[in-house]
Each structure stands twice: as structure tokens, then as C-alpha cells.
């Protein structure tokens, strides 16, 4: 190499070096500048790249959404609480970002969506949950193992996890009296490991899940009989469901009727590239004594002629038959997705989701 390429290498490298030391000095300033905030954007960064490495397979997470935010920590508090990253955790084998995904044995961590005002005024806290086991599935009473705090243990929370990560099944009404220097709590132990993640009404986390504001996109309205009550957005909750009887020798016949406005919007307005149904149904156990089989856990949604003529709205039908195990009480679970995808595309808009009371006897 000549002098001249030498300089030039020497050059290069200086830069690089220069850059370098631009960008740390820049983010030590930022984090300075910001404080809690900065370290809040950094580690939900981190929190929502873990979880959309979980679950690539389904819908990817975007840094800072609310599905994997770090809610900021109070001064009082000796940490501050990650969303679902499971870092505010009592077990020192918690699993690690970057750890090889595990079919059995590892943990299982709420996961807070936000908060949102319904249409009376109250307000309501959105929860998912990561079951970080690619195979096993858990059931975790409610009781030490599995409390909301306080006004707990059980808030209708589920018992029973599912692998992956699963998004906004149930709702929490928030008091009238809450403040945002209120929290709830959710405690999982699972697989001898246990993980908390606080509740609050922090200003950073209202959601809009009953209209996605960019093409006024909708969630899919569910019916459990063609005439019977509507059931639209993801407020899940024991109250109201309908209730259903069964034995333990005879598959449950579950029926839907769905309707949606085929509405779609992406983070790049880019029109939908992979052709797929206007609506997806998936069923799970929430509650109960025993498994639970379905025959088809994500049944075909058949279409129906839509109400009025009107082609730019979709209406189906779907059915799916429920084995139960064990005689006794369960509740079953039923998300509906639209063109927005598992979780809403990371809009946290636009699915639906519904319970049903089973009473199932010997």
C-alpha cells in the first residue's frame, strides 16, 4: 500500500472512530437530558425487540409500542418495572432476552396493552400476557401463584396460558377513585419463576382499541346467536358471558356470527400484500378443572350475503366443537381479528374479543 492509500485507511478508521464517539457522547447526552424517559425508550426498545423475536412468526412488534413499553418508575420505586421483559422479576434464573427460546420450563409475564376510556367515562387497563415456552402450555390457579393487588387475588385474570405471546384477552375496570400514582400489580409464578409488572394510568399508554384513527378502522362485532347481544373491541370479560351446558362425553358445539368493516391500514399505508381472510377466529381454554380440545382452534369463518347488499363490509359464520376432560366450571376464550392482524398490526386496534360459561357435567 502506497503512502497515499495508508493515509486514506488511517483516515477511515479515524472517522469510524470519530462517529463512534459522536453517537455514545450523543446518547449519554440524550439519557442525561431525558433521564427516566430516555432509560423508559431504551429498554422498551430492547423489551419489544425480545418479544417480536418470540413471535415473529405472527405479528412483529415495533420499538416503543404500547405492547412492549416500560411504564416510567415512580422515584420511590427501586427499579423500574418492565413491561413484560420480565427484568422486575423475584427469580434470579429469569430468562434473558438473547437465551435460545425453550419449549418447557421457562416463564410467563403479563403483558399491559394500556388503558382507555369507554364510553360512559370509566376507564378500563388492557392485559396480555408472554408465555415464553414454545410448547408448554400452563395452567396456574388463581391464589399466590396468580393475583392481581390489590382488590385481589382474582380480577379475571387467566389460569390457563397458552404459548407465545398473546394479546389484550381480558380487561380490568379501573376505580373511579384510581390516580396515576395508583398501580395494580399481576403476579405469574410459573415453572418456579416469578414475574410482576405493575398497572397503571400513566398518560403514555391510552389506547384507542375500538377505532384506528387513520382509515377509521374498526373491530369485527361478534354475536354468539344471529340477533343476540353484540360483542365489538377487546373488553373479554366473565360477567355477561353467555353460558352453555356440556357433558364430558359429548363435543360442544360453538357457533359465531361476525361482521366487520374490511378496513385496513399498515404503519406504511402500503395496501395489504398477503391475501387473507377478512376475519380470523381463535378459541382457547381460559379457566377450567380439565383440558379442553377443539376440533378446530382457528375455524374457517364462512361468508354470508352481507346485510343490505352492502360489499364493502363482511359477514360470516363460524363453528367449532369443544371436548371437555373433567366435569365442572369453564370459561372458554374467543379472539376475532380483522386485515389488522394478531395484535392489531402494533396499532393496539383492531380485534375483538369474547367469553363463553360452560357448566360441563359428567
Known amino acids: 500500500m502506497n503512502a497515499f492509500g495508508a493515509l486514506w485507511a488511517t483516515g477511515i478508521v479515524a472517522g469510524g472512530v470519530l462517529l463512534s464517539a459522536a453517537m455514545a457522547d450523543y446518547q449519554n447526552t440524550t439519557l442525561e437530558r431525558k433521564g427516566r424517559e430516555g432509560r423508559r425508550e431504551l ?54 432476552p438473547s ?10 409475564t403479563g403483558a399491559f396493552e394500556g388503558w382507555f376510556y369507554n364510553d360512559d367515562g370509566s376507564r378500563s387497563f388492557l392485559i396480555g400476557y408472554l408465555n415464553r415456552n414454545t410448547a408448554q402450555e400452563l395452567d396456574v390457579p388463581v391464589g399466590p401463584a396468580n393475583r392481581i393487588e390489590p382488590g385481589g387475588p382474582d380480577l379475571g385474570q387467566p389460569t390457563h396460558f397458552l404459548p407465545g405471546r398473546n394479546y389484550g384477552m381480558f380487561v380490568v375496570p379501573v376505580p373511579k377513585e384510581f390516580t396515576p400514582q395508583d398501580k395494580y400489580t399481576w403476579t405469574v409464578v410459573a415453572n418456579g419463576q416469578s414475574t410482576i409488572i405493575p398497572l397503571r394510568l400513566n398518560i403514555d399508554y391510552v389506547i384507542s382499541p375500538f377505532k384506528e384513527i387513520a382509515v377509521n378502522n374498526t373491530p369485527p362485532v361478534v354475536r354468539f346467536d344471529p340477533g343476540g347481544p353484540a360483542v365489538q373491541g377487546p373488553v373479554a370479560m366473565a360477567s355477561g358471558a353467555p353460558v352453555r351446558a356440556a357433558s364430558v362425553s359429548t363435543p360442544l358445539a360453538l357457533s359465531l356470527w361476525v361482521s366487520d368493516d374490511m378496513k385496513y391500514t399498515s404503519g406504511t399505508s402500503a395496501p395489504l400484500g398477503t391475501p387473507r381472510p377478512p376475519v380470523t377466529l381463535t378459541w382457547s381454554k381460559y379457566r377450567g378443572p380439565g383440558a379442553v380440545t377443539f376440533d378446530k382452534a382457528k375455524p374457517a369463518v364462512e361468508k354470508l350475503p352481507a346485510a343490505g347488499g352492502d360489499e364493502a363490509s363482511f359477514s360470516g359464520r363460524a363453528t367449532t366443537r369443544a371436548t371437555f376432560s373433567a366435569p365442572g366450571e369453564y370459561l372458554l376464550h374467543v379472539t376475532a381479528n380483522d386485515y389488522s392482524g394478531v395484535g392489531g398490526g402494533g396499532f393496539v386496534c383492531c380485534w375483538t374479543t369474547a367469553m363463553v360459561k360452560v357448566t360441563v357435567q359428567p
Not at 415495533?62 to 418492565?82: C, K, Q
Not at 437465551?99 to 410467563?108: D, L, N
Open 99 to 108: 437465551e435460545p427460546r425453550k419449549q418447557f420450563g421457562a416463564s410467563v
Open 43 to 96: 429498554l422498551s426498545f430492547s423489551a419489544s425487540f425480545a418479544a417480536s423475536a418470540f413471535d415473529r412468526d405472527e405479528a412483529p412488534l415495533r420499538p416503543l409500542e404500547h405492547a412492549g413499553r416500560v411504564p416510567p418508575s415512580n422515584a420511590a420505586d427501586s427499579a423500574p418495572p418492565v413491561l413484560f421483559a420480565g427484568l422486575q422479576s423475584a427469580s434470579p434464573g429469569q430468562r434473558l
